[in-house]
């Protein structure tokens, strides 16, 4: 075997061999060797880390315009007193935002990104600071945040980059910190939440004296047992919200109680919120963000003008929503607050195709195709029988009529297995008599052309920043855990969004001066 060169003997050798040194006429190839054996020194120059349009240079000169003493106020050391100084709200600001702008959402991420990223080691004049600092300032200052954005959107409305005339409304599902794994039913949070106050019971009254080792082991069950307390009390949220059979099979997450299982882009079952996002059409800045546990959009129209509301001082004067928000309690909301609502409707008689499904019907036996004899008041099957008239009914402010196929004829039907396969009492059909007002007046409007053309732009206004914050800012996982964080999260996804469309739209467009 042939004897490897040490290290006396490597640090000898020419870093390039010279030349016309002999190597052409043996065919050894000429490389470049790098020595490791060496000390350096370098010079670095801080300020010529990144160039002049760097956009961690727009950060830092958005945050310094902006008013962060919100941030301030739970510092403890003052100057001119004893104690460590506090980090400059607007360093972690714009830290925390150029992270997100690059995808970055993990403290410690940031904390290894400080020693080689040219952005980071400019903004932190190349300090390093704690991933601890830096996870408690992205969570403890959510007043101080919730302004921050608003100050954001004030600033894009003098540039004149929103209007809040027309503000395109959708809602996007992330996935929490819990695992699948994590549900449990009502029968075995109950056995860990008695196993857990029976602990805290045995261990007396805590204003005794104990060791340290005792006092930690005691605050981790009393934490223990706070935590499923929270469990508790979820999961009597998620079962007031369900039928009386469907309760004993209601779960909630052991370590995240506030997420639950919701169906995601990609079909997936796993626990999450759902984002809401509302979007100024005019540059497609985000003028609203929160998150909602409920995986249904339908309730989310209000919380949402809500919001915008809170953050610009007034009321959108159009919301585009698709449908999923449009059902009589959001029009009758946006009718009260005089927003105008446009938004898709389906059509009340065309059960879905699902629906359909679960009752074993095809969908060629939907009752749309069932007809309607003004004369005799009848409805006509497919097969050519008579459903007789049985009564009415009201359901969600709508009038419905039911008729009844006779038993007989459903029996010997050669369509019985397609048209009403789990009764053995003749078909039941309920037609739409009279709609609302709300709705019939909103079907009206999304009959015009105007609306039509409105509703078209809906998609690529709204689902714009859903991808981008998902893509590029790298939100399809929150980093945090529990309601309150994880929105806050995403009011720093908001926000972050928001600072890269004043650079694209503003800052880009001057002409930036070298530092
Ligand atoms: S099953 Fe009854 S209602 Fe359905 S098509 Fe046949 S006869 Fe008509």
């Not at 749309?368 to 097969?383: G, S």
Request: with cysteine; hydrophobic share 40%.
């Amino acid at each position: 075997m042939e004897e490897q060169p040490n290290l006396l003997e490597l640090a000898e050798r020419p870093l390039v061999q010279a030349e016309g040194a002999g190597s052409a006429e043996k065919g050894i190839p000429k490389l470049r060797r790098v020595d490791r054996a060496q000390t350096m020194m370098a010079n670095i120059y801080v300020e010529e880390l990144i160039p002049a349009d760097h956009k961690a240079r727009a950060i830092w000169e958005l945050a310094g315009r902006l008013d962060l003493d919100g941030f301030a106020e739970a510092l403890k050391t003052q100057a001119g007193a004893a104690g460590r100084p506090a980090w400059d709200p607007r360093l972690l600001v714009s830290v925390w935002v150029y992270a997100y702008s690059e995808g970055i959402g993990s403290a410690r991420e940031i904390e290894r990104l400080l020693e080689y990223e040219p952005g980071m080691q400019w903004l932190c004049g190349l300090s390093s600071i704690n991933h601890h600092t830096l996870s408690d300032f992205r969570v403890k200052h959510k007043k101080a945040l919730d302004e921050l954005f608003a100050q954001m959107l004030a600033l894009l409305e003098k540039e004149e980059l929103l209007s809040l005339e027309r503000v395109m409304h959708d809602g996007t599902k992330v996935r929490a910190q819990a695992g699948s794994d994590s549900f449990r039913r009502h029968k075995t949070v109950q056995e860990h939440l008695e196993r857990a106050r029976k602990v805290v019971e045995e261990m007396g009254d805590p204003r005794e004296d104990r060791d340290r080792r005792e006092g930690a082991r005691d605050r981790a069950a009393r934490e223990r047992a706070e935590r499923l307390e929270r469990v508790a009390e979820e999961l009597e949220k998620i079962r007031a919200t369900k039928e009386p059979a469907e309760r004993e099979a209601a779960r909630v997450s052991l370590t995240e109680p506030e997420a639950r299982l919701m169906k995601h882009g990609d079909h997936a079952i796993t626990p999450g919120y759902n984002l809401q996002i509302s979007t100024d059409a005019k540059q497609k800045a985000i003028v609203g963000i929160h998150l909602s546990q409920c995986s249904s959009d339908a309730q989310s129209l209000p919380a949402a003008v809500e919001e915008i509301e809170k953050n610009l001082g007034r009321k959108p004067q159009q919301m585009v929503v698709d449908g999923g928000y449009t059902n009589r309690g959001s029009m009758e909301a946006m009718a009260a607050q005089q927003v105008d609502l446009i938004g898709a409707l389906t059509d009340p008689q065309e059960r879905s195709a699902a629906t359909l499904k679960g009752m074993g019907i095809d969908p060629a036996f939907a009752p749309q195709f069932f007809v309607w004899d003004q004369t005799t008041n009848t409805l006509r099957c497919p097969a050519g029988q008579p459903l007789d008239y049985k009564g009415q009914s009201r359901k969600s402010g709508n009038l419905y009529r039911q008729y009844q196929a006779q038993a007989a004829h459903c029996e010997a039907c050669e369509f019985r297995s397609q048209c009403c396969p789990k009764s053995s009492n003749g078909r039941i059909v309920s037609r739409l008599e009279a709609e609302n007002e709300a709705v019939a007046a909103m079907r009206r409007k999304m009959d015009t052309a105007e609306a039509k053309q409105i509703y078209r732009q809906r998609g690529e206004v709204a689902e714009f920043p859903n991808a981008w914050i998902k893509d590029k800012i790298g939100l399809r996982k929150f980093h945090v855990r529990g309601l309150a964080k994880a929105g806050m999260e995403a009011v720093w996804a908001g926000l972050t969004y928001n600072v890269q469309l004043w650079i694209r739209l503003v800052w880009r467009k001057r002409a930036p001066q070298a530092a």
